[in-house]
């Protein structure tokens, strides 16, 4: 008789979900006849023959290992991972609220599964598919020794370095979390501030002139006073200066009525920074004379 492989599962319902993964991981690769496939309650049941029947030939116990190890790594990595994220998340902050739950699952899996995927991912190449690869290995390895398998006693015992993963990237992820709370808080107080703010000049000129460059001029096309007292031009932009606080701390202190940003790269986090700020106050350009001279600047400067 082949050899039996047996899968327990923490209940039924996972056991049914690994049983429908295995028996698609054996349809695609056309090997749903080398075995018999049994669920009965928690636990899945995969392997042997009919009494009588000519036992199969060793490929075919390789093949069911791997379709077996292959089940067990969607299963760890599809369904039980975001459970453990939940729990790690619970465990590490008691009060948090359903929604700010939900953000740091979202931040949670950005991170394990790409910036395209807000949940379990599947991607070829993906930080999921890496890991699902890295699972697999290890199951088919420890089926090779032996044909029973706890997939929670494997997770606990086996999978120590994969759980921390998680739990790192978990607080990772509350790190990402508590800055950006910080960051919107501080918008909104910066935003509450301008709404009660006095109009002191009619319109602000913010030119991008590419990557950290920007002058700053007024509805005069005068260079604007950075608050430290300096014009703020192209050349003082320097990588020693946070360009996107100098520019809403000189924007917030001329008050303009209104602010025009010739820019050509809409979503610099500078620039989103400024139009959050001045909601409603701002108008993006790509085209016009001051566009137009920012343009043959650079190329002068790319030229020397």
């Known amino acids: 008789m082949a050899s039996r492989l ?3 599962c923490s209940d039924e319902a996972e056991a049914e979900t690994l049983c429908a993964l295995l028996d698609s991981r054996l349809e695609e690769g056309g090997r749903r006849g080398i075995c018999r496939l049994t669920r009965c309650r928690h636990v899945v049941e995969a392997g042997g023959r009919e009494d009588g029947q000519p036992d199969p030939p060793p490929e075919t116990d390789r093949a069911l290992t791997q379709a077996a190890a292959e089940a067990v790594a969607a299963l760890i990595v599809g369904h039980l991972e975001p459970r453990l994220v939940t729990r790690a998340i619970v465990g590490r902050v008691m009060d948090m609220c359903p929604e700010e739950l939900e953000d740091v699952k979202g931040i949670c899996f950005r991170m394990l599964n790409g910036p395209e995927n807000a949940g379990p991912g599947d991607g070829g190449d993906s930080p999921a598919a890496v890991r699902r690869a890295n699972l697999v290995r290890r199951i088919a390895s420890h089926f090779r020794e032996c044909t029973h398998l706890d997939v929670g006693g494997f997770l606990r015992f086996r999978l120590a370095d994969y759980r ?3 739990a790192d990237t978990v607080n990772l992820a509350l790190e990402e979390y508590a800055a950006d709370r910080q960051y919107r808080e501080f918008i909104s107080l910066l935003q509450y501030f301008v709404h009660f703010q006095e109009a002191k000049i009619p319109r602000a ?3 991008h002139c590419g990557g950290n460059r920007y002058a700053m001029l007024d509805h005069r096309m005068q260079p604007l006073k950075w608050s ?3 014009a703020v031009t192209v050349e003082k932009v320097d990588r020693e200066l946070n360009c996107e606080d100098m520019i809403v701390s000189t924007l ?4 303009p009525e209104h ?6 790269e809409p979503d610099t986090p500078s620039i989103r920074t400024i139009r959050q700020i001045f909601e409603g106050r701002t108008t993006l350009c790509a085209r016009c004379s001051v566009c137009e001279s920012v343009t043959e600047r650079e190329g002068e400067i790319r030229r020397t």
């Open 228 to 230: 430290g007292g300096d």
């Open 252 to 255: 917030i202190a001329a008050s």
């Open 205 to 207: 000129n913010v030119i």
């Open 259 to 264: 602010i025009i940003i010739h820019t050509r």
């Open 6 to 8: 047996t899968i327990v």
């Open 164 to 166: 921390e993963y998680l």
